[in-house]
């Protein structure tokens, strides 16, 4: 019995001494600000850096997580690309109750002006425009100067006669915006129109999620259409759509393997093949433009 004693003491002072020496690698790793990410699909807990490394993929279940904009245009962009700035503005027709303080902080959160990033630079050596929307920022929805960014990198890439390249990740319409932000799919579907109408390429490349108004207008209008493996993508949600029809729907609707399937996309690309596979689709396409030869 005093053995037994004993021994049951000896165990809890050494689960006494594990709890301390976790409490103090949790006090270290907070007071050095080390982050931690939790996949979506498998649950796996992945130091923030190892994830950065491995482009946001999950070393576990392969899922691949939803990415920041510049990190995006680090992993598909040629060095010395360059980020078309746009000055900070605020946009609120309707004053909508704490829009501009959302904004705001959405600014501080994400280190962007909107939801998108415009650019200009070349993939394995061939010259693109390509935007990439961030669902950092209230879910990369979709606004007015969000509109206005993306219709503006359709315009000047018609300009030159470049290519563009789109990476969505959206809600869909900016619901704070109300009439205004619905107007942006005329408004970037008119953009694209006169690009394409010059003979330009358009590819897009639908990440998770692409939802809503963006799916309804320029992410589905590319010439070549796209997606990374897992990408929710679909108008609107599936529980609304299962409530409208009285049906149930299958367990992978609205996912970027469904959607090939039925027609919907041309391929499904791995994040870690992107800039590889844009980079010989635009090299495919490459052609002179007047006596300026594009490279």
Do not use: W
């Not at 006494?16 to 796996?44: A, M, Y």
């Not at 962007?112 to 990033?117: D, I, T, W, Y």
């Not at 609707?253 to 994040?271: K, N, P, T």
């Amino acid at each position: 019995m005093d053995y037994f004693k004993l021994n049951t003491d000896v165990f809890k002072k050494v689960k006494q001494l594990r709890e301390r020496r976790d409490r103090k690698i949790v006090r270290n790793l907070v007071k050095n600000q080390i982050e931690f990410l939790q996949c979506n699909k498998c649950g796996n807990t992945i130091l923030k850096s190892d994830l950065e490394y491995n482009q946001f993929i999950c070393p576990k279940c392969k899922n691949h997580l939803r990415m920041p904009a510049e990190d995006r245009l680090n992993l598909i962009m040629d060095e010395g690309y360059t980020i078309i700035e746009d000055e900070d503005k605020t946009y609120n027709p309707l004053e909508f109750a704490d829009y501009e303080r959302k904004l705001k902080s959405a600014r501080e959160k994400s280190e962007l002006n909107e939801a998108v990033l415009i650019s200009k630079g070349s993939i394995n050596g061939n010259q693109c425009y390509c935007f990439v929307m961030d669902s950092r920022f209230l879910m990369g929805s979709m606004g007015v100067y969000v509109g206005e960014k993306i219709s503006r990198c359709f315009e000047l890439a018609t300009r030159d006669g470049l290519p563009v390249i789109s990476f969505s990740a959206s809600g869909g319409a900016r619901m704070q915006e109300g009439i205004f932000s619905l107007m942006q799919m005329a408004r970037t579907t008119f953009a694209l129109r006169n690009h394409s109408e010059e003979g330009n390429l358009y590819i897009s490349v639908m990440t998770d999620p692409t939802t809503g108004g963006v799916t309804a207008s320029f992410a589905s209008l590319g010439d070549i259409i796209i997606a990374e493996p897992g990408a929710l993508i679909g108008f609107t949600g599936r529980r609304v759509i299962e409530q409208t029809i009285k049906e149930n729907l299958p367990e992978e609707f609205q996912s970027a393997e469904y959607l090939l399937e039925h027609g919907f996309l041309d391929d499904i690309v791995h994040r870690k093949e992107l800039k590889e596979y844009l980079g010989l689709i635009l090299k495919y396409h490459r052609r002179d433009y007047g006596n300026k030869v594009v490279i």
